[in-house]
């Protein structure tokens, strides 16, 4: 058990190394650094480590690695019969890297029952830096031409890390979410990480893993940090994956 204080990263410092993620705080729950940049170097390295930034526009920027992780196995995905039905009627038009930022926009927006919001400026930046070199993406859903869900992730090697998603809709962000995972289990993606819990992902068939074992899987999927992963466009509306069940 650690609860001593989380470690210093000096942005100056040319090198985007972390501490061993088992040296995170038990108390808050998993926070491991504070400074350091959002440079795409070191965010590929913190993604490719188990780490990820989250932080309040008034704080200096905070580095996180949960235990348990919160992660989707592509071939887990849950859909119930009333998704699936919004599914087949077809409500919403579904495409991805078409409007990245207007994505990212809405996930800031804020949420019932909080105030303020944890993507700041600085972090919209950063994320679009990212997406214009490859590595972050999104998916969304439209109906007519107005955007009304969607998320965006980075995608390293076989994982693809899930930051955030909104919905305008009933339904919106899961049918983004499914048209996603379909796609990359086409693609042979082997993990997507969702970060921390919540109910809404369990009902799409989410689970936890020990840190441990989240890192495992990371070693088994990531190629070395700073390779983009292989997206293209063209998401598949029909296929139906082993674990996409009816209840």
């Not at 061993?20 to 795409?40: N, R, T, Y």
């Not at 400026?121 to 214009?132: C, H, I, L, Q, T």
């Not at 369990?202 to 074992?213: F, H, K, M, P, V």
Request: charged residues 20%.
């Amino acid at each position: 058990m650690r609860g001593l204080a989380p470690f210093w990263i000096d942005p100056r410092h040319p090198d985007c190394l972390f501490p061993p993620v088992s040296l995170a705080l038990d108390e808050p729950d998993g926070l491991l650094a504070i400074g350091g940049d959002l440079s795409p170097r070191r965010l590929l390295s913190a993604y490719r480590h188990g780490i990820f930034p989250w932080y309040n526009e008034n704080q200096p920027i905070l580095w996180w690695s949960p235990n348990p992780r919160t992660v989707l196995f592509p071939d887990q995905l849950h859909v119930s019969r009333s998704l699936r039905k919004t599914l087949r009627r077809g409500a919403f038009r579904v495409t991805a890297d078409q409007a990245f930022t207007a994505v990212v926009e809405a996930c800031s927006g804020p949420r019932r029952g909080e105030q303020g919001t944890w993507i700041t400026p600085e972090m919209k930046r950063a994320y679009a830096r990212m997406f214009e070199l490859g590595h972050a993406h999104s998916v969304e859903c439209w109906e007519g031409e107005s955007l009304v869900g969607g998320l965006y992730g980075i995608g390293i090697g076989g994982v693809f890390f899930g930051e955030s998603m909104f919905s305008r809709r009933t339904d919106a962000s899961k049918v983004a979410f499914v048209h996603l995972v379909r796609q990359l289990q086409a693609w042979g993606y082997g993990l997507i990480d969702c970060q921390v819990y919540s109910a809404h992902l369990a009902s799409l068939g989410a689970t936890t893993l020990s840190r441990e074992d989240f890192i495992a899987q990371l070693d088994r999927w990531c190629p070395t940090p700073g390779q983009a992963a292989p997206w293209r466009l063209g998401l598949p509306a029909e296929a139906r994956p082993a674990g996409d069940d009816e209840a």
